[in-house]
């Protein structure tokens, strides 16, 4: 059996993304990496920030997990800067860490994104995808959902659990 990881980009660490990764988890068992408990800088050409928590963060992620699944909220319409961020370090992988970098092929990503409502502008996904393809990993899919209220609709519940059942197929 795959061992899946869900890594956080949000600025809430206890937020409504947070809420759908518990459902998500429930079924995986996938433990969470909380992108804001971590010092991640900005890509750097000049590679001045491999002092931060990346280059160990992405190597533990690397060596250990084969589907990674990325739970962002949507803000203005795409990714959090946070999860941007790490996404623009993964260039650091193409760069200065090729070896490491190239053991993502064959690896798994999908993404778990929360809003304010079932509303997802066309496009949303297409980083995640066209990066998958670009690292020679299998996008396995994606779902949306929202907080009403506090609370999960019973049909947001639903397509977790059914999403999360078919990553482990």
């Known amino acids: 059996m795959q061992k899946s990881i869900i890594i956080l980009g949000s600025e809430r660490s206890h937020g409504n993304t947070r809420i759908l990764y518990n459902t998500v988890c429930e079924e995986l068992q996938a433990p969470l ?92 996904y297409m980083p995640f995808i066209e990066s998958a393809a670009y690292l020679g990993m299998n996008y396995r899919g994606n779902v949306h959902g929202w907080i009403t209220e506090n609370k999960m609709t019973a049909e947001v519940e639903s397509q977790l659990k059914h999403f999360a059942k078919e990553l482990t197929n």
């Open 33 to 124: 990496i909380d992108l804001k408990t971590k010092t991640i800088g900005h890509f750097d050409y000049d590679f001045q920030n491999q002092d931060d928590d990346f280059p160990q963060l992405i190597k533990e992620i690397i060596d250990t997990y084969d589907c990674l699944i990325f739970a962002t909220p949507v803000y203005w319409y795409s990714m959090s800067g946070r999860m941007k961020i790490f996404f623009d370090r993964l260039s650091d992988l193409l760069l200065l860490n090729k070896d490491l970098g190239r053991q993502l092929r064959g690896k798994e990503m999908a993404v778990v994104s929360c809003g304010s409502d079932n509303d997802l502008k066309d496009g949303f």
